[in-house]
């Protein structure tokens, strides 16, 4: 079992950057893919960006590459997502998310937090 618990979120303005946290809970972190998604109002939740349980391999959506950035400390079981050059369209609420494998993870992750709130105003 995973808990994860989410922070950082915000309000900021366009081109800003703000940094989002999900603690985990459970010995196991560092053998879970770990990723972020997104919901904007009215809109399906979509997958942002994904780090393997190693840290060696990343998947980031065409709309956030070179702009967010993923990482991990499995010593602090922690996931990051660094939100940089942020637009109005990154407004969402932000979750993070585990699961076995990142392909796993990007289809139907086992395991949710309970979201947070990113505003981009322009």
């Known amino acids: 079992q995973v808990q994860l618990v989410e922070s950082g979120g915000g309000l900021v303005q366009a081109g800003g950057s703000l940094r989002l946290s999900c603690a985990a809970s459970?010995?196991?972190?560092?053998?879970?893919?770990m990723g972020w998604f997104r919901q904007a109002p009215g809109k399906e939740r979509e997958s942002v960006a994904a780090i393997s349980w190693s840290g060696t391999m990343t998947y980031y959506a065409d709309s956030v590459k070179g702009r967010f950035t993923i990482s991990r400390d499995n010593a602090k079981n922690t996931v990051n997502l660094q939100m940089n050059s942020l637009k109005p369209e990154d407004t969402a609420v932000y979750y993070c998310a585990a699961d076995h494998t990142i392909n796993l993870l990007l289809r139907d992750p086992d395991y949710w937090g309970q979201g947070t709130q990113v505003t981009v105003s322009s």
């Open positions: 459970g010995r196991t972190f560092n053998t879970y893919a």
